[in-house]
């Protein structure tokens, strides 16, 4: 009850179809779905009539391999997708993206709250939706920020940067291109994408 309480409130907030998904937890992952990393979001749901796990971690800031100076951080961020076949967990995608060899600000993480799973132009194929941010920095500029879909193995990307205020009236950064599968998608995704995009493209610096 909880969990389809949450799905309409979802629904409501977004204006969107979401997918009815269940939580998953370390401990409720099988066995034999690797990963990397520790979990921000894990999900199982039904594709297509396809039993399907989605799992996104990330590895916070750690010592850089490459320099011996132990201000110099890296930091990842995956997430992986397994359907089941024939009783067998195989892996569907995989998302890496990372920062290497940074001595100042650094951030690879996920945008809390924007994971989703959608059926947006109701065709029974879910739609997977990944959003954070790259960037090292060491002022408040902006930083690298990415929305990824994917549809079944398709993958849809747009791609720009977070938005800072520089002055009482200017703003820098903002800006965002969609690659060529998103150019040609249905509306409805690029205004998903665009919703998702307008509400977190500005940045807090704390």
Not at 24 to 53: H, M, Q, R
Not at 74 to 80: C, K, N, P, Q, S
Request: charged residues 30%.
């Amino acid at each position: 009850m909880k969990l389809l309480n949450l799905t309409l409130l979802l629904f409501c907030i977004t204006g969107f179809a979401q997918v009815k998904t269940t939580q998953l937890d370390k401990t409720s992952i099988p066995k034999a779905i690797a990963y990397k990393g520790k979990i921000v979001s894990a999900v199982k749901f039904k594709d297509g009539g396809e039993e399907t796990i989605v799992v996104t971690t990330e590895t916070g800031e750690y010592q850089s391999k490459a320099e011996t100076d132990e201000s110099f951080r890296d930091a990842e961020l995956f997430a992986y997708c397994y359907v089941l076949k024939n009783g067998v967990w195989a892996e569907k995608w995989k998302v890496y993206d990372f920062m290497k060899d940074c001595p100042v600000d650094l951030e690879a993480n996920f945008i809390k709250n924007t994971f989703a799973v959608t059926d947006l132009d109701k065709n029974g194929k879910a739609e997977v939706w990944l959003m954070y941010n790259t960037g090292c920095h060491g002022d408040p500029s902006p930083i690298n920020m990415k929305v990824l879909m994917y549809e079944g193995a398709k993958k849809y990307a747009m791609r720009g940067s977070t938005k800072v205020r520089i002055s009482e009236t200017e703003y820098e950064g903002g800006q965002y291109t969609f690659d060529d599968p998103f150019k040609q998608a249905p509306k409805v995704f690029k205004d998903y994408a665009i919703k998702l995009w307008d509400k977190n493209v500005i940045k807090v610096v704390k």
